[in-house]
Nanobody, 125 residues
Framework: QVQLVESGGGLVQAGGSLRLSCAAS????????MGWFRQAPGKEREFVAA????????YAANSVKGRFTISRDNAKNTVYLQMNSLKPEDTAVYYC??????????????????WGQGTQVTVSS
């Protein structure tokens, strides 16, 4: 059984920064790519960013490119999402997920098999 636990969410003013963490257990974390997704009220869950098993390659949605950075520390079984220059439209519940792949980066939800419970990020204007 895989467990993913997100943390680091909160309330921040527009232009501010937050760093989300996702701690994984129950699986060989370093064997799989990881992703971050988000879901705003009344909207579908959408892809934010992904990172390969070794952290050498990343892929981000156009809406967050240049502002958000995904990274991982395999020694700590943790993946991070550094979010800078936050905007009110970034307000959402953020989820981490484990990919079915090692090197292939995708934004498709069905390619991710385990999900965390989410952490709320609220950006005030």
């Amino acid at each position: 059984q895989v467990q993913l636990v997100e943390s680091g969410g909160g309330l921040v003013q527009a232009g501010g920064s937050l760093r989300l963490s996702c701690a994984a257990s129950g699986r060989t974390f370093s064997n799989y790519a990881m992703g971050w997704f988000r879901q705003a009220p009344g909207k579908e869950r959408e892809f934010v960013a992904a990172v390969t098993w070794n952290g050498r390659s990343t892929y981000a949605a156009n809406s967050v490119k240049g502002r958000f950075t995904i990274s991982r520390d395999n020694a700590k079984n943790t993946v991070y999402l550094q979010m800078n220059s936050l905007k009110p439209e970034d307000t959402a519940v953020y989820y981490c997920a484990t990919s079915n792949y090692r090197d292939y980066l995708t934004g498709e939800l069905y390619e991710y098999d385990y999900w965390g419970q989410g952490t709320q990020v609220t950006v005030s204007s």
